[in-house]
């Protein structure tokens, strides 16, 4: 069975710090993708990223940066000089495609509060 | 319209009474889920339509009934719920056909049972 694990329910820091968002997975599958999502208060899901279990490549998209390990099963999400608007939410999600489609495991989700 | 809209954003309900919740995707996708977040859990998958077919139902009990009468509509039917069934309830779509998409989610409907 998938599992994820985001071990930090909260995180809270003071603006411009830069702060690590830790995601562990666990799955049998050789193939996989592995995902963050943004909850800000308004409720809905905001895509960040996809990334595919053969491609270990750190991806950096303006502040955000991704680090995927696949030797320790993580995938870390860093916000560089954070801001107060990104406090959210943040899910790390696995996905399994069945015959059903595309399926996602959620982790619980990590709390940052971003202070200024 | 764009995205992934879902009304009503605020529902409070009898345990006797029967709501629908409605979502509708306007992205041309042909996958629709139905997900439910509680307070304290992580968010659970509920119902997966394919092709307006459904194709998964995680255990849900009877009193959640979904229809998908086409590939941009989706509703979730409600009936003598329980106060625990109170959560943001949550519908996404993707793009089945190319696996492993991204689901694009709506706002969320706030739903308490009293």
């Known amino acids: 069975a998938q599992k994820v694990t985001q071990a930090q329910t909260e995180i809270s820091v003071v603006e411009k710090e830069d702060v690590t968002l830790d995601c562990v997975y666990e799955?049998?599958?050789?193939?996989?993708?592995l995902f963050w999502y943004k909850q800000p208060p308004s409720g809905e899901l905001v895509f960040l990223i996809r990334?595919?279990?053969?491609?270990?490549q750190n991806e950096i998209s303006g502040r955000y940066s991704w680090n995927f390990q696949k030797s320790t099963s993580s995938f870390n999400f860093t916000i560089t000089a954070s801001q107060v608007v990104d406090s959210a939410v943040y899910f790390c999600?696995?996905?399994?495609?069945?015959?059903?489609?595309?399926?996602?495991?959620f982790g619980g989700g990590t709390r940052l509060m971003v202070k200024p | 319209e764009t995205g992934v809209t879902q009304t009503p954003r605020h529902l409070v309900m009898g345990m006797t009474n029967k709501k629908s919740l409605k979502c509708e995707q306007h992205?041309?996708?042909?996958?629709m889920y139905w997900y439910k977040q509680s307070a304290k859990k992580p968010l659970e998958l509920m119902f997966v339509?394919?092709?307006?077919?459904?194709?998964e139902n995680n255990s849900v009990p009877s009193r959640f009934s979904p229809e998908c009468p086409n590939s941009s509509h989706l509703f979730l039917h409600l009936h003598t719920l329980q106060p625990e069934d109170s959560a943001l309830y949550l519908c996404?779509?993707?793009?089945?056909?190319?696996?492993?998409?991204?689901?694009?989610f709506g706002p969320g409907t706030r739903l308490t049972v009293l």
């Open positions: 339509y394919s092709l307006e077919e459904r194709v």
């Open positions: 990334r595919n279990s053969f491609d270990e």
């Open positions: 799955t049998r599958d050789t193939t996989y993708y």
């Open positions: 992205l041309g996708h042909n996958a």
């Open positions: 996404a779509s993707s793009d089945r056909a190319l696996g492993h998409n991204e689901q694009f």
């Open positions: 999600a696995l996905s399994e495609v069945n015959n059903a489609g595309n399926m996602l495991t």
